[in-house]
């Protein structure tokens, strides 16, 4: 078989920024799917590079991923966010359940408009609420698989108690799509387990909820 050739984070990146730009220009609606988080920061950066107007980033996820490196790595599910914030764009973190101390701080510094778990599940409203935050027209949708409650999806590499709701999760995602433009998106993070395929299949059902909302909203 072909072995694949080995890349740097920031050359891995630089591939994915290449690919997801050459999709823009060819006017694609892109629904990146990965594994590992980072990839978001490719993605991101190659609508930067597309768009002359301002954007705001939509995180669904458990974590904040705010931190500025982790584990010796700038490049990482626990510092994507922070990338994204390094490029001057808006974030909304919705269903967050765990942060560090230094992603409060930062959190609390830059004033970030953070839509708490624990907030979401007393409030009928909090979709509204959350909706009222974004201050631009546009937005890429970023997910976070593990942002779901664990029980629909635990094949994540960093499962948290908690989460959305399949509902509470399609519900957000539509009124999302009816209010904004959303350019883009990606769902993030899924990791298989063995034996099981729930993950799979729940992940391959909200990505088709997306695209479906994407040509209907």
Known sequence: ???????????????????VSRLI????????????????????????????????????????DMRFEYEGSHHNHA??????????????????????????????????????????????????KAIAKITTEKVFLTIDVDGIDPALIPGVGTPEPGGLSWHQTLNFLRRLFQTHQVIGCDVMELAPISDSVVSEFT????????IGYQFTA
Not at 203 to 210: D, G
């Open 1 to 19: 078989t072909r072995q694949q050739p080995q890349l740097s984070a920031e050359e891995m990146l630089a591939v994915t920024t290449a690919t």
């Open 79 to 128: 510092c994507v966010m922070r990338r994204v914030l390094e490029m001057g764009l808006l974030t909304l973190p919705v269903g967050i359940r765990a942060i560090c101390r230094e992603e409060a701080e930062l959190i609390a510094k830059q004033q970030i408009p953070v839509i708490w778990d624990r907030d979401i599940a007393g409030d009928p409203n909090w979709i509204e």
């Open 25 to 64: 220009a060819d006017d694609k609606f892109v629904v990146a799917v990965g594994g590992e988080h980072a990839i978001t920061t490719g993605v991101v950066q190659a609508y930067q590079q597309a768009l002359s107007e301002p954007f705001t980033v939509v995180q669904i996820d458990a974590h904040g």
């Open 203 to 210: 992940t391959a059902k909200l990505i088709y909820k997306l």
